[in-house]
């Protein structure tokens, strides 16, 4: 063999092995993950060889090989243990090693569940409840704008004083028993996450409105009204309101400032001063009042237009509108007697 070609031969092996060392690097640290998760299984007696190739039936590992070198490397076969485990599409084979052999099996987990429309205060209480966290700590964590602020895009236009409601999105989470605090505020910021779509973010910009508007009028509508049709007829006349300097005039907020939760509340209650009564200062609160699901974001985001400046709720919770002030008094007194 002549020199060039022994050389060229060097060189194709060392191309080789550097791309081979890249590619093993990046299956092994980089996670990308897609937030669709599996219920993956280890059986007692299973062996590496075993795992590494269910893991590659199901889509979590792109190479069994370097999943297996990786084990060997570190020594670690032997402390994969037996359960059932939640895992992410995307996960790196570092993170994936970490939690199967861990032990932190699905048996070790608990429920918790947060309700639409609950404020912060709401979601600390049941907590605690449950004993997952101190309603103190979980609120002094979701006020830390440091923690969370370089985490998540959709947050760089909350103001940094404000805390994350609005943002812990409602749903059924699972949670391991002796997960940290910033784990589960984690998972409901994850879910915000991927429920706010990039076509929902680039229409609200398009609108020349911020994420926190959206999620402040979001979370008043979703404890307005309780239909889908209804919440985005009711967006666009807070919409308007809004835009031409009109008081929103929502119970919701004046249940927020004095916590009673009353359907119709009280003229003394209207009378309170807070930025967040919106029968005596125009404009959105100063931030939202819960944490609205799905339908009340996407009713904030793609209203229903119509000619409306005014609604109420009947007895029955059907929603009755007006076009002016004069037809709302009349439907107060025919339905609201």
Do not use: C
Request: hydrophobic share 35%; no cysteine.
């Amino acid at each position: 063999m002549s020199k060039k070609a022994f050389f060229g031969l060097i060189v194709i092996i060392l191309a080789a092995v550097i791309f081979t060392g890249i590619y093993a690097l990046r299956e092994i640290y980089n996670s990308n993950p897609t937030r669709e998760s599996v219920i993956f299984v280890i059986t007692k007696g299973e062996g590496v060889r075993q795992i590494s190739q269910n893991l590659k039936d199901d889509g979590l590992i792109g190479n069994k090989l370097v999943f297996e070198v990786y084990i060997y490397l570190k020594k670690i076969g032997h402390k994969f243990q037996a359960g059932e485990y939640e895992l992410t599409h995307g996960w790196s084979i570092k993170k994936l090693v970490e939690l199967l052999t861990s032990g932190r099996a699905l048996s070790k987990e608990q429920e918790i569940k947060i309700i639409e429309g609950w404020n912060d205060r709401e979601i600390a209480e049941s907590l605690e409840n449950q004993g997952v966290v101190t309603a103190d700590d979980f609120l002094e964590a979701i006020y830390d704008d440091r923690i969370w602020r370089g985490k998540y895009d959709f947050l760089e236009d909350k103001p940094k004083k404000a805390s994350l409601e609005g943002y812990l999105f409602p749903d059924t989470y699972r949670i391991y028993k002796d997960a940290s605090l910033d784990d589960i505020i984690t998972k409901m910021l994850d879910n915000f996450d991927s429920k706010l779509t990039p076509e929902m973010r680039e229409d609200i910009k398009e609108q020349g409105r911020t994420i926190f508007e959206i999620i402040t009028m979001a979370s008043i509508i979703e404890l307005e009204v309780p239909t889908d049709g209804d919440r985005k007829m009711i967006a666009d006349i807070f919409w308007k309101r809004v835009d031409n300097g009109v008081a929103l005039q929502s119970d919701a907020t004046i249940n927020y400032i004095t916590g009673k939760g009353d359907p119709t509340p009280s003229l003394e209650d209207l009378k309170v001063d807070s930025l967040y009564n919106t029968y005596l200062y125009p404009d959105l609160p100063p931030g939202p009042i819960g944490n609205p699901g799905v339908s009340a974001i996407e009713a904030a985001i793609y209203p229903t237009p119509n000619e409306y400046w005014f609604y109420l709720s009947k007895p029955n919770g059907e929603t009755v509108f007006g076009k002016d002030h004069d037809e709302h008094v009349r439907n107060k007194q025919k339905w609201l007697k």
